[in-house]
């Protein structure tokens, strides 16, 4: 019997892939003891007469969740590096969502990166002003289409080193760019499948990809589309990275940054230090927070 370490690459149900650190994909079990382990984690396996199987989840740096049907939260991906906000020309950004992924990523914590796909199509004025706000806070911007491989060198050095996840709302291309990362991404699937033993093509399941460059992509439809959950105040304050310099400094400790007298954030938003639009979009979260929670009251 000998013992190793690796990174679960898809599950079917109680069996999963795990790529050792070689790069050799091994078909697992896990200990029923074991909580639900999911595409990412890292787990200890050791390998006996009988198979491999997985003994032990490894502490998780950060988890990507969503919430099923009946409202529980439910862990699709373990120990992203990076997500990647993707939005388009074409529709036009819902720049409140691209606010609310960024939330996801700051709260994860994972690093963030600011995506505007289908730049054949023409964006408008307002468009490229309003995604220059996020290079000014921090974030990387890139701009690409899948159609005319335009940015994608750059995106593919920007998922260099790192297990990235690709999210944003539906029609912005997110499979598109998927396709173009990962050209053989159907063979892949194929591969997968058959590791498993089931000979059946699937896309549902979260999976580690591989990328040909180098780092790592986890993919799915329900990875891709994921919701963001609802932040409670502090959270959202953290996921507004250029408010951290006035924090602290309003007159009232609790401030919300909403409606108070003497409030750092609203008076730096006032003096240029902040983007308007980004206050007006943090303040707007927060009133849809505190409706929900109304709702829920008893």
Known sequence: MSS???????????ELLVMEAAGRVRRCRSRRRLERIVCGDRVALEHTDRGCVVTEVLARHNAVTRHDRHGRPRVIAANVDQMVVVSACRPPPNWGMV????????????EAAVLLNKTDLPCGDETAERIEVYRRIGYPVLRTSALTGQGLDALRDRLRDRTSILVGPSGVGKSALVKALLPDLEIRIGAVSAAHGTGRHTTTRATLYTLPQGGRLI????????????????????????????????????????????????????????????????????????????????
């Open 219 to 298: 993919d799915s439809p329900g990875v891709r589309d994921f919701e963001p959950p609802a932040f409670d105040a502090r959270a959202l304050q953290r996921g507004f990275r250029e408010f951290a310099p006035y924090l602290g400094r309003c007159r009232f400790p609790d401030c919300t940054h909403t409606v108070e007298p003497g409030c750092a954030v609203i008076a730096a938003a006032q003096a240029g230090g902040i983007d308007p639009r980004r206050l007006e979009s943090y303040q707007r979260l927060v009133r849809q927070a505190r409706q929900r929670q109304h709702a829920h009251r008893p």
């Open 99 to 110: 606010d609310r992924y960024l939330v996801a990523a700051e709260n994860l914590p994972a």
């Open 4 to 14: 190793a370490l690796g990174t679960v690459v898809t599950r079917f149900g109680a």
